[in-house]
């Protein structure tokens, strides 16, 4: 039965839309919620006269990469379209005019509940027509909370989309997501759509994506929830034509060993010669049986070159094996063209025909780097490798390097995948080929935590994030230099001295050392730094981002650990002495949990701790806690217990504090804003915000520099939800109006950081669902 979807359509040039007009230039009405008689009340807010512009734009902080770029994807007949697709931060198209990559996935819009399709498992493009994308996210496939994908189709090379739901589950972030291509267009007739699935067998669509249907014929198996799938894998397309108006009849089917064993199948690769309507299991070489084959290619001869290894994943171990095969009597035979007992074969791509067929192959382990890209200029009979251990201009390109893509116009120029962005060479010809990375612009870092100093700090910025570290960043424009950890490392929590901001505190992961947990400070903007030489009760055992430090004064630092009392030291980590803060009781389920901590800008002495309750289900209400002796000892603010704050996890909530005044607090619990003028003695609540339609309340809240003329010292930005619209919305007189700041076009999939900026009024950093640190305009 065929199955019909909701379509939806975006225009990534959308920068107004019909609400934000309406908030920029009328009134935003809120609804007054109850407060507890120690809890001042607000009126409800209006649109205040002259204030400060929306984002008119976002330019992303400088990186270049950092998270891994799942495939490169030419076009099938316009070699100078290139498209690249990220496991968790979107599509890009390169743009050869500037050498750089152009996002077409932020425009869309995802909106704070749609992160997860940032993550893209598959791109297919329409050999008859290159305006043609058609793209496949989603990244639940194999968790126990499922979400089906959708397919988004754009008529103009990612500019504007529409998309439609899908019946079946999609695992751009899973493992095993380089395999494929997944999505497959019939060449003759490219209404014919295939999609191998991890969990769901194979689907087919006849209307370009809009319906689809399980090839039944092939398998009828859908896997149940839970656990890692590899699934079936590509379905390739036996013919040199296209556009003829017929589909084609020859088709070839890939499938790993667990949908094998699922739906009793008896081979990883099948045949059909009617157009899909039967499928007939072609023998593989006993050495590859039971094998993934992660990729599987046509040559213009008709032969085919496949990719297989033994274990499923990036980055694993062999043995693998790439195999020719075709050329004889009921499908051909099999030549058995390399093998590796030690590294896995991942990543394969070939051009030309015959005798001097070039083949490229991706090494994908990563405990040895003496093999990463192993070449054959005659078609697979000698083999050299051409990048490990050759000139490297900045990055090692080491590891799961399971994409290799060849220009099909340019034999020397060869591209691959890896753990941090894409490398090339374009002289792979050569004895000692150069490579270089292809990442200018495409932006897929995961920050975990930033901050920005007080204007006149000799850095603009620092930023904690997943997987490339902590960093001290001067250039917002240039790729930053300053890092305690520069290798494969974490970021995790960072605090500086507001009135000495040399003076810096970080803790993070060191992940290339058995993921050790490390704490750093520098006395110096982040010029050198030391290792604490002791880290705080509970720091050790848990290396989750959710945490915390505060650094009232040099020299002096409280951390606060995942599950853990916060400690203090006063000798930058030589020794550390636990607070009197309580413990944090469980809230189940291996949901991590911690202090959130404020130093007060004004007064040193001054430090606030905030206890979300952990969890949205915990039933344990958000609270804070003050210290007036620099962070040593805290008692409980009994106006915070009585202004009922809600309970939330860590991600949608958050504290600042206003640098400009001392005891100027402000708290989101993940349903509305708090605001308090004493130190917390007393709370304001606001009644703009308020948890609707799926959205948050309100989840972060930061400060940056003030309007000029301004009433309140400080422009305050909240994400969460106004009048039922999610967005970012900023007030410029302390909470009493509030106007939105971000558009739809600009959402980013909802943001795990938001901070504002001291030296610019209207900018503020925000991180998106791995789409890197992007700065508003």
């Not at 050392?513 to 704490?519: A, E, F, L, P, Q």
């Amino acid at each position: 039965m065929t199955q019909k979807y909701r379509v939806k359509k975006f225009n990534a040039k959308l920068v107004v839309p019909a609400l934000l007009a309406t908030l920029v230039a009328g009134v935003i009405t809120g609804c007054a919620g109850g407060a507890d008689s120690e809890i001042a009340s607000a009126a409800a807010p209006r649109h205040m006269q002259g204030a400060g512009p929306a984002a008119s734009s976002w330019t992303p902080v400088k990186w270049g990469g950092g998270g891994y770029v799942t495939g490169t994807i030419y076009h099938p007949v316009n070699s100078s379209l290139l498209y690249a697709r990220t496991d968790v931060g979107g599509a890009y198209r390169w743009n050869a005019t500037n050498s750089t990559w152009t996002p077409i996935t932020d425009g869309i819009g995802f909106g704070p509940n749609e992160g997860r399709y940032h993550g893209v498992e598959s791109i297919a493009l329409d050999p008859n027509n290159d305006q043609l994308v058609y793209m496949v996210t989603g990244d639940t496939a194999t968790s126990d909370q499922v979400h089906n994908g959708r397919i988004y189709i754009s008529s103009d090379r990612g500019t504007n989309w529409t998309y439609y739901d899908l019946p079946f589950a999609v695992g751009g972030n899973d493992d095993g997501r380089a395999y494929g291509e997944r999505l497959s267009i019939d060449p003759q007739l490219p209404s014919i759509m295939y999609y191998a699935t991890r969990k769901d067998g194979l689907w087919k669509s006849t209307d370009s994506g809009h319906t689809w249907n399980q090839v039944t014929s092939f398998s009828s198996t859908r896997i149940a929830t839970g656990g890692q799938k590899y699934g079936t894998v590509q379905v390739l397309f036996d013919t040199p034509n296209r556009g003829t108006g017929q589909q084609t009849w020859v088709l070839w089917a890939t499938v790993s060993p667990d949908y094998v064993q699922a739906a009793g199948l008896t081979s990883s690769l099948y045949k059909s010669t009617n157009g899909g309507a039967t499928w007939t299991p072609v023998a593989v070489p006993s050495a590859v049986s039971g094998y993934h084959i992660p990729h599987m290619v046509r040559a213009g001869d008709g032969y085919f070159y496949m990719a297989f290894n033994q274990n499923g994943g990036q980055g694993q171990a062999g043995p693998g094996y790439v195999y020719k095969f075709g050329g004889g009597a009921n499908g051909g035979t099999w030549t058995q063209l390399m093998n590796s007992s030690l590294f896995g074969v991942g990543g394969l791509s070939i051009n030309g025909t015959g005798s001097t067929t070039r083949i490229a192959v991706g090494m994908t382990a990563w405990f040895d780097g003496s093999k990463q890209i192993q070449m054959s200029d005659n078609a697979g009979a000698t083999w050299r490798e051409v990048e490990a251990n050759m000139p490297h201009t900045s990055d090692s390109c080491k590891g799961w390097i399971e994409s290799v893509t060849i220009d099909p116009a340019n034999r020397d120029h060869i591209m691959h995948v890896h753990g941090g962005g894409i490398c090339e060479t374009t002289n792979a010809s050569s004895a000692t080929p150069t490579w270089s990375p292809k990442v200018n612009n495409l932006e897929e870092t995961a920050t975990l935590f930033a901050l920005a100093p007080p204007a006149g700090a000799q850095y603009k910025l620092i930023n904690a994030a997943g997987d490339i570290g902590p960093w001290v960043i001067t250039d917002l424009a240039t790729r930053p230099t300053k890092s305690p950890t520069p290798g494969w490392s974490s970021g995790n929590a960072v605090d500086l001295v507001w009135s000495d901001p040399s003076y810096i505190a970080v803790s993070g992961v060191d992940n290339a050392n058995n993921h050790t947990v490390k704490g750093f400070w520098s006395g110096d903007s982040g010029n050198s730094w030391s290792q604490f030489s002791s880290l705080p009760a509970g720091a050790a055992a848990n290396g989750s981002h959710v945490q915390s430090i505060a650094a009232p004064s040099r020299n002096n630092v409280i951390w606060a650990p995942p599950d853990s009392v916060p400690s203090y030291s006063t000798n930058n980590g030589a020794s550390w002495t636990s607070t009197n803060l309580p413990g944090l009781p469980a809230v189940g389920g291996g949901w991590p949990r911690a202090y959130r901590l404020a130093a007060d800008r004004k007064n040193p002495n001054k430090v606030y701790a905030f206890d979300s309750g952990g969890a949205d289900w915990s039933w344990l209400p958000g609270k804070v806690y003050v210290s007036t002796d620099g962070g040593h000892n805290f008692t409980l603010s009994q106006g915070s217990v009585n202004a009922n704050m809600a309970w939330e996890d860590w991600v949608h909530s958050s504290i600042f504090v206003n640098p400009n005044a001392e005891g100027d607090i402000w708290v989101t619990d993940g349903n509305t804003v708090y605001h308090s003028l004493d130190s917390g003695a007393t709370w304001v609540k606001s009644p703009v915000f308020a948890t609707a339609n799926g959205t948050k309340g309100a989840s972060k809240v930061t400060l940056g520099k003030a309007l000029a003329g301004s009433s309140y010292s400080a422009a305050v930005y909240v994400e969460g939800t106004v009048n039922g619209q999610w967005g970012i919305y900023r007030s410029d007189d302390g909470g009493a109006t509030w106007s939105r700041f971000n558009d739809d076009a600009h959402q980013f999939g909802g943001n795990t950081v938001v901070v504002g900026d001291w030296n610019t009024y209207g900018r503020i950093y925000v991180n998106g669902a791995a789409r890197g640190l992007q700065y508003s305009n």
